[in-house]
């Protein structure tokens, strides 16, 4: 497959627009013919009001004269001029079934790799060791999932960095607590990993009150974590141990979500411990960090705090040891010269987004950040619970992922159930399952990426409105009806007349291509759900009003299940993209 994509009918009516425009007005030299879909014609043509303004002419002459230039060949039907100087254009019903035909027939939906030669790190999930994944990991997991796969679909090369925090002072105060309470039991060959994580998180948080109580024991878990710097043998095995089980649990839960991340992925902060000494000392030889009150710090002009003093950026404290600043400069160093990137992306919480700015600055400065390599922190919003309120349990602490997805299963299984009650067990856990999870990750993926949502399974679960169980729901009727279709193989007659359900079922069909490149262009998930779930509407419009199976001829059955099955496929891959399962049976 090449970079290109096949020709959609709106670039193909945009070329013939403007190419009719430059030859009404030659003085216009090129122009953007501004076409979009439109609720009086199959498309609308803008570009003469601004022309006409620029060229000081009446917007409605010159929209006359470009018709008068219009090359329609067998895509125009119709085009007329209206209101100030819009022009509305119809199709003809047999450009439009083409245009299904040829869809249809490519194994890619017509969809090219416009992304080919780009090579893109995607730094996104980043759990803590020996601590569980709860709530506010979901959102950067399933965005940097979703990213990955568009962006591989469109033929870039994407290196998944999960970026573990499995380094620093906290590991040595919990392998010294572990150390000094052998009897203390979190994990053993066999057992559930999930109870291992939960046992090894409770751990961690009396590890954290001794160190804040105890001097003693504080002075002797920065000793070890010197020694686990050092690389004291025990010191290191008793570390592996801890991220070993801990991964367990991280790929449980990735697993569950169908997230594409793997051991092969993980780039933690002890990835890039050996490198921190040598960015640092760089960054002092270019003149770029400068003592400050015993700290090595970077300080900058245009970030500044509250009282409009400049906010600096430490990458050395005062007592010597690194910080994750430090960590992320090795990072953006590492993936630009070691890995190659040609854009790399950063889905982390928004409240990062002074320190972000500041890593790139100074990757700047030092020369790592070239103005042909793109960064972006992909930043989002927070997830709120049903109240609106902050997402806590009860004593005011983070809510377990695991937690959240068993509730919109449960939830799932209830709706199912009431469904289809004569659904047996295992099949009734699969579906359960798998629309409960697609229904949180759709509920986060269709929400614009800065904003905040509310997490109600109750709403996630429900079969009509913008939910993923509504579009995991229409790609099962659309593989119903292609299986009692027994043998009637889709197929396109262009002479056939089209209904106006077909139609628009069709044209939104033509837009995918489009959908996907400015979902990638934007890293804008829910630009795809709203395509989706646009696609799912028109195609019950589609289905109520004009029937497939039971079309009046031969021909139309035909037609009509070749729209089926190009919008079961354009499902298929559309879900596939945002990780959600698509269902042939409910």
Known sequence: MTAQSLPTLTDRIEAIMAAAIRRAVPEAGQVDALVRRSDHADYQSNAALPLAKRLGQKPRDLATSALEHLDRRDLIADAVVSGPGFVNLRLTDAAIWGQVAVRLADSRLGIGQPEAGSITPIDYSAPNVAKQMHVGHLRTTVIGDTLARLLEFLGARV???????????????????LDEHPDAEWHRAGDDVTDNIIALDELYRRSRTQFNEDEAFADRARARVVALQSGDAATLRAWRDLVRVSMAAFNAIYDRLGVDLTDADIAGESFYNDQLDNVVQELVDAGIAVESEGALCVFFDEFTGPDDNPVP?????????YGYATTDLATIRHRIRDLRATRVLYVVDARQSMHFQMIFATARRAGWLTADVEVVHTAFGTILGPDGRPFKTRSGGTVPLTQLLDEAVAAARAVVAEKNPDLPPADL????????????????????????????PAKMVALTGNTGVYLQYAHT??????????????????????????RALALHLDAYGHALTETAELYEPHRLATYLYNLAKLFSAFYENSPILTAPTPTHRHNRLALTALTQQTLYNGLSLLGITPLDRM
């Open 159 to 177: 290196i998944r960095q999960n970026h573990l925090g499995d380094w620093g002072t906290q590991f040595g105060m919990l392998i010294q607590y």
């Open 313 to 321: 950026l430490i990458i050395r404290k005062s007592d010597g040891g």
């Open 429 to 456: 856990d699969s579906i359960a399952e798998a629309a409960g999870i697609g229904a949180v990750k759709y509920a986060d993926l269709s929400t614009a990426r800065t904003t905040d949502y509310r997490f109600d």
């Open 477 to 502: 009727r659309t593989a119903s009806i292609l299986r009692k279709a027994q043998g009637m193989a889709p197929a396109v007659d262009p002479a056939v007349t089209m209904t106006e359900s077909e």
